[in-house]
Each structure stands twice: as structure tokens, then as C-alpha cells.
């Protein structure tokens, strides 16, 4: 377990989508201890997830999303990974990425399952459509 980027061995595999840290500017996904460690302890699957960095105008907010997106369609779409088996982690700027990442899954989920009426602001509402961690996807 750990080692390789290929198919989900089964539905109930886990993984992790490791994000570097460096401010957005700097940091390569294998670079540090961190993503290693937790690969060595969890014997789970890390995922170092590389993302532009925002190192001109071209290349700042929402490049870094964008990518973290794609790896998220990647993993669960290509490699076949259910949403609720991936955890999104970072350390830094990276943790910041992987919240954003969160942040955005879950505005689709709660934008798909609770649409407010016409002519309503709409309402939070307590139980919604996940139970516990929910990164849910098309």
C-alpha cells in the first residue's frame, strides 16, 4: 500500500490528496517529510498534487482551485476512488488549497440538493444531503 497512482484497488480504498505549502509561490508536491510520513504511518496512497503557483498575474487566483480540481476529477473520475474515500490534506499555503477545495465541492453538493424556490433567498438547512465528511461529486 502507498506506492503508485493506478485504479483504486477497491471501492473501499482510501487516499490522500497531499497539497505543498510555500505560499502559493514556491514548493514542489514530493518536497518535505510530511506527505512521506503520513504515507509511511497510514500505509494509505498519497496522492502530491503539483498546482501552479502564483508566480505572475497569469498565474494567480483561481489557477492553484482550478488544478486542485482537476486532480479531484482525476482521482475520483479516472482512478475510480469514491469521493467519500478521499481526504484532502496540505500543509501551509497547501492546507489553504485543500480547504478552498472543500469549500467548492461542498458549494456544488448543497447548490445541486438544495435549490431555493423561485423568488426565495433560500435557507440552511440542518441533515442535508451527506452525513460526516461529504465530498460529494457528479
Avoid at 82 to 91: R, S, T, Y
Wanted: charged share 15%.
Amino acid at each position: 500500500a502507498g506506492i503508485g497512482s493506478g485504479m483504486a484497488a477497491s471501492p473501499s480504498e482510501r487516499m490522500v490528496m497531499f497539497f505543498v505549502g510555500g505560499g502559493y509561490h514556491s514548493g514542489h508536491a514530493p518536497q518535505g517529510p510530511l506527505s512521506w510520513t503520513v504515507c509511511r504511518q497510514t500505509s494509505l496512497r498519497v496522492l502530491g498534487v503539483n498546482f501552479r503557483k502564483a508566480t505572475s498575474d497569469a498565474r494567480a487566483f483561481p489557477a492553484a482551485l482550478q488544478d486542485a480540481l482537476a486532480a479531484w476529477v482525476y482521482v475520483t473520475k479516472r482512478l475510480g476512488f469514491q469521493p467519500h474515500n478521499v481526504i484532502l490534506m496540505g500543509d501551509s499555503a497547501g492546507g489553504g488549497l485543500a480547504m478552498a477545495l472543500q469549500l467548492y465541492l461542498s458549494a456544488r453538493v448543497w447548490a445541486k440538493h438544495d435549490k431555493p424556490r423561485e423568488g426565495s433567498l433560500g435557507r440552511a438547512r440542518a441533515g442535508g444531503p451527506c452525513r460526516g465528511s461529504c465530498f460529494c461529486s457528479d
